[in-house]
């Protein structure tokens, strides 16, 4: 396997023609914006190139990337780009090709190379920096322009990643880019605002629910909520938008472990887990989970939610530091 540098993933990409990008399934704005932006700079260095996606892009990401549906035409490729994809199976409907992956961009820490040459550097925030560096590689070579459009992606990539660069990845080289990105005359606020702060009215009424009914415990260190199929139901809100309602109990004050439970078949619960010092990755392991120190997830089964919440809650309470802070 060679790791190459960006400047060597965009002097290979040069060499070839066709190309097919992949992204992971349940996309979110890193793999699409990779995704698109790679694209958009090899079209304008003369090539043809398209991205897809197993699932549809979420309704309301669609005006980031310009209304590009990700969906297969079937039209004929010869080398495939993955982008964002740390795995096979999150390929989802195109893990059949996982075999003839020819390139692997990505920025999570490499357990399974996807391709004999890989970009893979687990120092960015968002595989979109990464991406940003070969886009730059291929302009240099090729001649073309970083077009505004191809900027907007990236930086719809790296501000979703990074929480609106607010998380720990967030790095000097982060905010370069991020600068660099502005200044090709990209609506940077219009972007934030559809990642960050516009909500459909729905999920606002769900996390006011998610937040009334919250249980602390462990002197308040512990803080977990919950929700059921049947509250969705009754709220109007779908499971995507509430995929980051660990968000909830982890921005309260004096919490050390958040956990969030959502029911996505009945009786079975996803479950995900924050932390600020004690490390969650052990009380995800249990339940046949995994992630890292300060976020991970499982997923449990119970016949009620209480029960679930329970038995995850009493892994938590074993782990915990009791002299952390809050
Ligand atoms: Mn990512």
Known sequence: MN?????????????????LVLTHKNPDPDTLGSALALVTTLCAAGKSARAVCSDPVPES???????YTFKDDGSPYSYVVTVDVADTVLLGDFEDLSGSVDLMIDHHVLRCALAENVCVDPSAAACAEIVYDICRAICAESGAGLTKEAASYLYA??????GGFIYSNTTSRTHMIAAALLGLGINSAE????????????RIRAEAFVASKMIRSMNGRIASVAITLSDMELLGC??????????????????DIAVSLREVKPGEYKV???SRSSDVSEVAAVFGGGGHMKAAGCTVTADDPEKARAAVVAECRKRIKLDSKG
């Open 3 to 19: 790791n190459l540098t960006p400047n060597d993933a965009g002097r290979l990409l040069l060499e070839h023609d066709g190309f």
């Open 61 to 67: 990401k669609l005006s980031l990337f310009g209304g």
């Open 157 to 162: 990539g790296i501000s979703a990643d990074t």
């Open 191 to 202: 972007i934030n605002e559809i990642l960050h702060i516009i909500k459909p009215e729905a």
């Open 238 to 255: 779908s499971d995507e938008m509430l995929s980051e309602i660990v968000n909830i109990p982890r921005s309260v004050e004096g919490v």
């Open 272 to 274: 995900s887990l924050r």
